[in-house]
């Protein structure tokens, strides 16, 4: 139930801290290892690669996990989407390893790719909300993300749960490899600050919906930029705000914008930059300089360490390959406050459902 909420986006915003925690709890074995099923990391460790396949905002958490699974475990991923990887398979590795992520579990694109996994009989892992569903039932592995129900249509805490759900995996079958960067990464410990640093920037509602105010009233389109993982974080920001405020919104990788992009960009038009590299962010502040001086409004959300006074949204710092499940929060609260703000029902967007069940 959504109690004293208004809408179950806001509340399942507000739970991410508290899905966090509940990880940490689940996979944490008496002996402060992480739970997998010994025959899941056999499979692993043999694979020669990950296939992530996935929609929608499950497909954007495993971009953002592509990088923390690949240090970790110095195994490739390829991040597939379900609608176009079942119809025009690629040439797979010798070994492949088949990840689907999927909150409901039922995702018909999804399925479709695993019913044919399944025949070609390659080991497959469900990464997924809701115990006993089709594509957990189906596939050979199954990992709970333990967020609790969702129940807006555009996805949350899901995201930020199979982001470290991947992340607790990652660890797991790094540490049996033993990978150097694997021993380092205190996944417990980093997800208890992950959660906190979310605390911190879902108690800056008021300035976020003051922000989004000033920034998003009355624009027809909006561009979200970054690089690497803000630019995966970017992507996912954009889903959130078109398919709930009806905002033309876009990710784009910030050095693209030169190469097409740019010529999107009008007086007042808003560009969001998201920042948490240290090795890319002066790149992406020299991009939004550009689309500045071609009239844009731009906003900068930044991780602390890179932040410079006249930055909107300063995000907690919290390990390298962990900032999107903090950087997304106030993306997240910009599509809500966006939504609100043009008075359309948060939770129940036309023409979506919440689960897809034609493919
Ligand atoms: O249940 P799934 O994770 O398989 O759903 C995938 C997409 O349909 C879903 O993430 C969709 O994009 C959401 N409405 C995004 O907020």
Same mark, same amino acid.
């Given at each position: 139930e959504k109690g004293t909420y208004p809408y179950y986006m806001l509340k399942e915003i507000d739970e991410q801290p508290a899905v966090m925690r509940r990880l940490v709890q689940e996979y944490q074995?008496?002996?402060?290892?992480i739970k997998l099923d010994q025959e899941l990391v056999d499979e692993v460790i043999t694979s020669d690669r990950i296939y992530i396949v996935a929609c929608g905002t499950s497909y954007n958490a495993g971009l953002a996990a592509k990088q923390l699974i690949e240090k970790t475990t110095e195994i490739p991923v390829e991040v597939h989407l379900s609608s176009e990887f079942g119809y025009n398979m690629p040439l797979l590795s010798q070994k492949p390893f088949f990840i689907f992520l999927t909150?409901? *579990?039922?995702t018909a694109d999804s399925r479709q790719v695993l019913v044919q996994i399944n025949r070609l009989n390659h080991p497959s892992l469900t990464i997924t909300n809701v115990a006993g569903s089709t594509l957990s039932r189906e596939a050979k592995y199954t990992l709970l993300l333990h967020a609790g129900p969702e129940i807006a249509v555009a996805s949350t805490k899901a995201y930020t749960a199979q982001i470290a759900v991947l992340a607790l995996f990652a660890k797991g079958i790094g540490e049996v490899k033993q990978i150097a960067a694997a021993k380092d990464f205190d996944v417990f410990h980093e997800l208890a600050l992950v959660a906190s640093a979310m605390e911190t920037m879902i108690s800056e509602k008021a300035v976020i919906s003051q922000l989004t105010e000033d920034?998003?009233? *009355?624009?027809?389109n909006a561009f979200y930029i970054g690089r690497g993982n803000d630019y995966y974080v970017s992507c996912e920001a954009s889903l959130k705000l078109k398919e709930i405020s009806y905002i033309q919104a876009e990710g784009f990788?910030?050095?693209?914008?030169?190469?097409?992009?740019?010529?999107?960009?009008?007086?007042?038009t808003p560009v969001i930059g998201v920042i948490t590299e240290a090795h890319t962010g002066a790149h992406t502040r020299g991009n939004l300089k550009e689309v500045e001086s071609r009239g844009a409004k731009t906003v900068v959300i930044v991780s602390e360490e890179l932040a410079r006074p006249t930055d909107q949204l300063v995000l907690p710092n919290v390990h390298p390959l962990l900032t999107s499940l903090v950087s997304v929060i106030p993306t997240q609260l910009i599509a809500y406050f966006a939504t609100l703000q043009r008075g359309y029902d948060v939770d129940k967007p036309r023409n979506l459902a919440k689960s897809v069940t034609v493919e």
């Open positions: 074995a008496e002996n402060g290892a909150q409901s *579990g039922e920034y998003l009233t *009355g624009t027809r990788a910030a050095g693209e914008l030169k190469h097409g992009t740019i010529a999107l960009i009008e007086d007042g």
